[in-house]
T-cell receptor
């Protein structure tokens, strides 16, 4: 069974800090995704990667960057955290156009 | 931009009643995938439809993919309290290799 592991379930950081959210998948999937989910707003795509070192901006990339140095790992970086980035962050992976497998999510609070 | 809208946004039903959510895309999709997210959980894949006009069943759930591959529906017969959650459709946009999530329908089932 596919396993997508996010490094933290809950995280509290301060405004202005640089924040790293890590995601690891164990199924050799080409695609990896970062979403944020806020009440009433569904899932919004931040960034998407279809291969090592490749990335595509999603719908809301501002204030975020990503890194994919190895196929199994996709990192989301908040360059200078702000309170409006308090949210649930979900990582997912997929093989080509097949269904996505999600991690348990990281609930991030920026104080 | 490319969008996938779902209606209704919310639905409350009495246990035993039927439920339908509709998914409408602004662009043709190469496939459509349905996910269920339980409260406090992450989206979990339910089913994938690929062919125009395809219909698939999973016990009390019936999924359809429209002839033009721009819309889809999920119908639940005789809802149970275990059906509570948010249902999302999602798919790959034909030709642009962009994955789009629907806005979601939140279902509450009253016992």
């Amino acid at each position: 069974d596919v396993k997508v592991t996010q490094s933290s379930r809950y995280l509290v950081k301060r405004t202005g800090e640089k924040v790293f959210l890590e995601c690891v998948q164990d199924m050799d999937h080409e695609n990896m995704f970062w979403y944020r989910q806020d009440p009433g707003l569904g899932l919004r795509l931040i960034y998407f990667s279809y291969d090592v070192k490749m990335k595509e901006k999603g719908d809301i990339p501002e204030g975020y960057s990503v890194s994919r140095e190895k196929k199994e790992r996709f990192s989301l970086i908040l360059e200078s955290a702000s309170t409006n980035q308090t949210s649930m962050y979900l990582c997912a992976s997929s093989h080509r156009d097949q269904p996505q497998h999600f991690g348990d999510g990281t609930r991030l609070s920026i104080l | 931009g490319q969008q996938v809208m779902q209606i209704p946004q919310y639905q409350h039903v009495q246990e035993g009643e039927d439920f339908t959510t509709y998914c409408n895309s602004s662009t043709t999709l190469s496939n459509i995938q349905w996910y269920k997210q339980r409260p406090g959980g992450h989206p979990v894949f339910l089913i994938q439809l690929v062919k125009s006009g395809e219909v698939k069943k999973q016990k009390r759930l019936t999924f359809q993919f429209g002839e033009a591959k721009k819309n889809s529906s999920l119908h639940i017969t005789a809802t149970q309290t275990t059906d509570v959650g948010t249902y999302f459709c999602a798919g790959w946009s034909s030709g642009t290799y962009k994955y789009i999530f629907g806005t979601g329908t939140r279902l509450k089932v009253l016992a």
